[in-house]
């Protein structure tokens, strides 16, 4: 049984990892799980799953879990000093790491620092930190296995053949504002926004989407984890999300991977790695179905070459980028800004950054938090 935690066990990807815990029963032990807020689900999960230890990052629900789970003997911790707990438990294999947000990136690096794989989900954390975070695994020999869907097919065509490969294509779905017009965008809501054609995710990823900051963060992501130049990796609209993303090897040769939308399988595929265990979910039937592909709009969705120039450019700037875009998000979720504030707000504070280079943690925490609080800052001020 190979033993695992789940950092955010209580979110999309954290219920779906628990999820393939449950169908492939004894090949998986779940050592550590941790979540935000949420502790009714973390009760109910940690008298299903019997971990070591559960982590609520808030102090308050910790509390609550701890009156709860009174009668289990499991151990409770709290906040970030918690996450980190659960990244460096003993005997565990593999993290995976399914928060959302630049929250995960301290835990990885202790996980990594202890030699531990992980199962990355937490895109943000490669975006702010790719080459702490990539120097880190290489260090101590980690494994990092990609989560995410388009890095996963990646991932899978390359087999170890990276040095045979002339470039990667990424799919995007195009998500729900696709061939929306400009008028329309203006009165994009986040309700309209939260409801993506395919995939059913939790609110932040789903936003970023709707934006195609998504597939910017994916550009980076994949940038660090395979190491492609950034002219080296394209983009292109598949709104089927049938083809994950695909490989051009150096003889032209084309390779792709292909499944239903469902991220039981990324998530399973990273977790048997380098098996293949039999699949308790959907299987894709190609008869009758269509398969198109497109350039995205630019113009549209300023977001993704927004990433590629911050991406090119470096040092501390995506970290920027990524908090920036956290914080409006979040506020777009609360209808505080409007769809196209989005784009504007986080352009803004980039511009008013001084890039540094990115190899100190303490380096990338510093500037995050300036990108955080300047970027509440004009909010306040566009709002007043
Ligand atoms: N969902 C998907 O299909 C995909 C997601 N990803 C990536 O995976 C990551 C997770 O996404 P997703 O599962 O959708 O996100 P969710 O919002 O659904 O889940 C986030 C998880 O993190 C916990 N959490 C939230 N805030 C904090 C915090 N400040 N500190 C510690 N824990 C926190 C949540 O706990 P609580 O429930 O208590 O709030 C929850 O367990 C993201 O980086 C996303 O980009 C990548 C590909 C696909
Ligand atoms: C499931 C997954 O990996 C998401 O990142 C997904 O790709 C989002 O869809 P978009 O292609 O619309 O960004
Ligand atoms: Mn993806």
Redesign the pocket.
């Known amino acids: 049984m190979k033993p695992i935690s789940i950092l ?7 219920t779906q990892t628990l999820d393939v815990v449950r169908k492939t029963k004894d090949s998986l032990h779940i050592k550590a799980l ?5 502790f009714r ?1 973390m009760e109910r999960q940690a008298r299903e799953f019997q971990p070591e230890l559960v982590v609520m ?1 808030d102090e308050n629900a910790a509390r609550q879990l701890k009156i709860s789970l009174a009668d289990t003997g499991i151990k409770i911790s709290w906040g970030i000093e918690g ?1 980190i707990e659960a990244a460096v438990i003993p005997e565990t294999d593999t993290v995976v790491t ?4 630049r ?1 995960g990136l301290e835990p990885t690096l202790a996980a990594l620092k202890q030699g531990k794989n992980i199962a990355l ?4 954390t490669l975006v702010a930190a790719g080459e702490l975070v990539m120097r880190t695994a290489a260090e101590t020999n980690a494994e990092i296995i990609p ?3 388009e890095h996963s097919a990646i991932f899978q065509c390359l087999n170890g053949k990276r040095e045979e490969a002339a470039n990667i294509t990424l799919t995007a779905s195009g998500g729900p504002f696709l061939n929306w017009t400009r008028e329309e965008l203006r009165q994009a809501t986040a309700e309209k926004a939260l409801k993506h054609p395919n ?1 059913k ?5 789903t936003i970023d989407s709707a934006t195609m900051m998504n597939k910017g963060l994916e550009v980076i992501e994949a940038h660090w984890l395979f190491g492609f130049s950034y002219e080296e990796i394209k983009v292109l609209i598949h709104p089927q999300s049938i083809v994950h993303s695909f490989v051009e090897f150096n003889d032209a040769s084309i390779l792709a991977q292909m499944g239903e939308p469902d ?1 039981r399988h990324p998530i399973q595929y990273a977790l048997s790695y380098p098996q293949r265990w039999t699949s308790a979910y959907s299987r894709l039937n190609l008869a009758g179905k269509t398969l198109t592909f497109s350039e995205p709009d630019h113009k549209m969705f300023p977001f993704l070459e927004f990433a590629y120039t911050c991406g090119k450019k470096g040092g501390t700037l995506p970290a920027v980028m990524n908090a920036a875009n956290e914080v409006c998000v979040h506020a777009f979720l609360k209808n505080r800004i409007k769809y196209f504030d989005l784009f504007n707000l986080v352009e803004k504070v980039c511009l008013e950054h001084q890039a540094q280079k990115a190899d100190q943690l303490a380096v990338i925490l510093d500037t995050d938090l300036w990108a955080r609080e300047r970027s509440e800052e004009l909010i306040c001020n566009m709002i007043k």
């Open positions: 955010g066990s209580t979110g999309s990807i954290g941790t979540a935000g807020t949420n689900l990052m996450l399914a928060v959302s947000g929250i989900a937490n895109k943000e989560v995410d869907s995939w995710m939790g609110a932040k990823i991220m």
